[in-house]
């Protein structure tokens, strides 16, 4: 694995690897069929999770990164104790998760990005109801847990509406109020902002900041988009092939990628490409792209884009600008680039 000393988990912040959450060597092999000429099926393992050892400390906000069939969503699962592991041992709270599946459902919360666990059919109050009364929540607890997640999560007006009626954003927030009613210590969320607009997206990162500062829930999110780790998650693990292969801060696995960010620059008008030299260090940035007003600059990831915007600010007419995070499959690529003989 590389580099896991970059930027380890709550350094300066007083949480240490108390082992919360922990996994030691776990794995899940699967056995599948699969068609192997005309009638014959031959059965084939498939190696989901391979061997991964990791501690997440109580109160850290962790993401678990890595491409389409990674063993991301199959590591929550187990998380949950939906999945059983093929090997190793693995805890939460204190609990195995397969062994006492209905224990620890009362001190965890998930949230699958890509299916609810709502009532289609109901309006949200109503599965929030069910929710209260299967989890047993004292009403005092309750009640209040639901006005905080109707304001800060928007619900208020959506309360009333059946679910299958509701946004893909809507619905979103819908579940990430269900995951939390009952106060869990830990929340998983596998890919709670796909599909969402920008808007949504933000609204969603600035109530988990909020949940993770305020009560010091624990929160491990698997996601394809950087800048939900960017802006959530001290800490990053990258999974590929059902292997760790990166445990530390984002901006180590820039360092260790070389990989670069994107600022997009909008000037008033056509001009030539941006030229910003810093005092013999080289260019902070190099263009990549201009069209019309619009010029593409590339910068390294694991520096910040303040002094880039100070100069272009200062220099040219700037009229709007974006940052684009690199996209995950291509840090992961350079990854392996990097430590590549
Ligand atoms: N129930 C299952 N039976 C057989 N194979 C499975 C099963 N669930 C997952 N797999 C396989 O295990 C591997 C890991 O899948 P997993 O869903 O954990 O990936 P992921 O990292 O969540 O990917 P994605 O980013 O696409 O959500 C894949 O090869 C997948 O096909
Ligand atoms: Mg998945």
């Not at 084939?44 to 990164?65: C, L, N, T, W």
């Not at 109503?126 to 299967?134: A, C, T, V």
């Not at 694991?302 to 291509?330: F, G, H, K, N, T």
Request: aromatic fraction near 4%; glycine fraction near 10%.
């Amino acid at each position: 694995m590389l580099d896991t000393s970059v930027g380890a988990a709550g350094e300066g912040t007083g949480v240490g690897h108390d082992g919360f959450i922990t996994l030691d060597g776990v794995e899940k092999v699967f056995q599948v069929r699969r068609k192997a000429g005309l009638l014959r099926r031959e059965r084939h393992e498939v190696r989901a999770v391979d061997g991964i050892s990791f501690q997440v400390a109580r109160g850290e906000m962790v993401g678990y990164i890595g491409p389409n069939g990674a063993g991301k969503s199959t590591t929550i699962k187990m998380l949950t104790g939906i999945l059983t592991p093929s090997g190793g041992r693995l805890r939460v709270a204190g609990i195995d998760p397969s062994r006492e599946r209905t224990r620890l459902a009362h001190r965890i919360g998930v949230v699958f990005g890509q299916r609810t666990t709502l009532w289609w059919d109901l309006p949200l109050r109503d599965s929030y109801r069910l929710m209260h009364r299967m989890y047993r929540i004292p009403d005092r607890r309750y009640q209040e847990n639901l006005d905080r997640c109707v304001e800060l999560l928007d619900l208020g007006e959506l309360l009333d509406v059946p679910v299958r009626q509701l946004s893909l954003g809507q619905r979103m927030r819908g579940d990430i109020a269900a995951a939390l009613l009952h106060d869990p210590e830990v929340l998983y969320l596998d890919e709670p902002t796909i599909g969402l607009d920008v808007i949504s997206k933000a609204k969603v990162r600035q109530f988990l900041k909020e949940l993770n500062a305020e009560r010091g829930t624990t929160v491990l999110l698997t996601t394809h988009d950087l800048t939900d780790i960017e802006q959530l998650c001290r800490r990053v693990m990258v999974i590929d092939h059902g292997r760790l292969m990166y445990d530390g801060s984002l901006a180590g696995l820039h360092e260790v990628g070389e990989s670069e960010r994107m600022l997009v620059v909008d000037l008033e008008r056509e001009l030539p490409a941006i030229s910003l030299e810093s005092e013999g260090a080289g260019p902070l940035a190099r263009v990549v792209k201009v069209e019309g007003p619009r010029q593409w600059l590339a910068f390294p990831a694991s520096a910040s884009a303040a002094p880039l915007v100070a100069r272009i600010a200062a220099e040219y007419p700037l009229m709007d600008l974006s940052v684009r995070e690199p996209d995950i499959e291509a840090v992961i690529a350079r990854m392996y680039e990097a430590a590549a003989p």
